[in-house]
């Protein structure tokens, strides 16, 4: 099962390959920050902001997850505009649960 709750009938192959890799990244957690953003967004990305997306899943899931929570410094080629939207979605500035 991939997660997605989104269909892929309408999106073009690119996008639809895309979808599909941020889904089965490796390790379920960076599944469900790559796919779930993808969900919301695929639909939507210009040709340049799919070339970042498509730079990003190329990414070792450890590496980008160590970005993702402050760890590590994103190194400038991959602090793109798509990647500060991966992480402003996942972004909690509140508690989860109040």
Do not use: C
Not at 23 to 52: K, N, P, T, V, Y
Not at 66 to 74: D, N, R, Y
Not at 75 to 87: A, L
């Amino acid at each position: 099962m991939s997660g997605t709750t989104r269909t892929s009938a309408d999106l073009d192959p690119r996008r639809r390959r895309l979808l599909y890799r941020a889904w089965h990244r490796g390790i379920r957690e960076m599944d469900l920050i790559m796919g779930r953003f993808a969900d919301a967004a695929i639909g939507e990305l210009s040709e340049a902001e799919l070339d970042q997306f498509e730079a990003l899943i190329e990414v070792p899931d450890r590496d980008l997850f160590k970005w993702l929570t402050g760890e590590v410094e994103t190194p400038s080629n991959y602090d793109t505009s798509v990647w500060q939207r991966v992480r402003a979605f996942h972004r909690h500035d509140a508690p989860i649960h109040s």
